[in-house]
């Protein structure tokens, strides 16, 4: 009995001290097992993950792209106030008759390639195709000068003249090419006739810029017998052009439009006098 009970001790004993025993055996790995290496423990952030793209070429602007980007650089208004002023050489190529007046062939006709000019150089136009009598015309061009101005923001308004004078004063050979000279009418008998200067002398320079000599000297009017205003007080941008004179011909007026039409391309954004 006391030999039992002995055994049951034993095994109690045993069945007790196995799990600390058991934790000083070494431990067998299996053979296909794969070893873990322990890495270090690393924190990832959104921020910290970075995707590596490609960087954007930039792409050169399509020619018919930049031209439409031009055609919003500015605006300008075309109008006659002597619509009817002709150029001897041209009457006579057309209808064998010299003349200084026509119903066609005349300044008109030069605002239409002026127009056209400036188009080419990103210059929207408008012209006003009113034609009026020669007598008081800058007072019955007037009313309708101001009611366009007043529908529409205009960077340059011209006033598209021919001078009365001979082709020996307003003729100039460029390059071995003849141009006409181009004269600013300037009326003094406004306030604020000095913007309307500024202006003009602004084309000008810019003409000279690319012709030299292509400009006369600017004509200042004031006094008896003389309108003195020319419309120019409605806006500082109205600028008068002699276009020039009775003798120049055809091709040396449609050179010295595309002069013009570049010019104000040029200084459209330079206009810096307010109203």
């Known amino acids: 009995m006391k030999k039992t009970l002995q055994i049951w001790g034993s095994l109690v004993l045993f069945l007790f001290l196995f799990p600390v025993i058991i934790t000083y055996l070494p431990h067998a790995e299996p053979a296909n097992s ?8 690393q924190i990832v952030y959104a921020a910290n993950i970075i995707e590596e793209v490609e960087p954007e070429i930039e792409i050169e602007p399509k020619l018919e792209l930049v031209q439409e980007l031009k055609k919003d650089k500015g605006n300008v ?4 106030t002597h619509s009817h002023e002709a ?3 041209i009457t006579k190529a057309k209808e064998g008759k010299v003349a200084v007046s026509h119903n066609s062939e005349n300044i008109m006709k030069f605002g239409e390639k002026l127009k056209n000019q400036l188009g080419v150089n990103g210059i929207d136009t408008d012209i006003l195709p009113i034609a009026v009598p020669h007598a008081n015309a800058y007072k019955t061009m007037r009313p309708h000068i101001e009611k366009q101005i007043q529908q529409k923001k ?7 003249h021919r001078d009365s004078i ?10 071995n ?16 006739f000095e913007k309307n200067r500024a202006n003009a002398v602004l084309l000008k320079n810019e003409m000279e810029l690319l012709v030299p000599g292509i400009t006369r000297n600017l004509v200042m009017k004031h006094g ?6 020319y419309n120019q007080d409605l806006s500082p941008y109205v600028v008068l052009i002699e276009l020039g004179g009775i003798g120049n011909s055809e091709d040396q007026l ?8 570049e010019a104000t391309s040029e200084i459209i954004h330079k206009l810096t006098i307010n109203e």
């Open 34 to 41: 794969p070893k873990l290496v322990k890495e270090p423990l």
């Open 77 to 80: 208004l075309l109008y006659f």
């Open 87 to 89: 150029y001897q050489p």
């Open 154 to 160: 205009y960077d340059l308004i011209v006033d598209l």
């Open 166 to 175: 001979g082709p020996e004063k307003t003729t100039i050979v460029h390059n």
């Open 177 to 192: 090419e003849k141009y006409a000279k181009v004269a600013f009418v300037i009326g003094m008998e406004h306030p604020n």
């Open 224 to 229: 008896a017998g003389v309108d003195g205003k």
């Open 254 to 261: 449609n050179r010295t439009v595309t002069v013009i039409a």
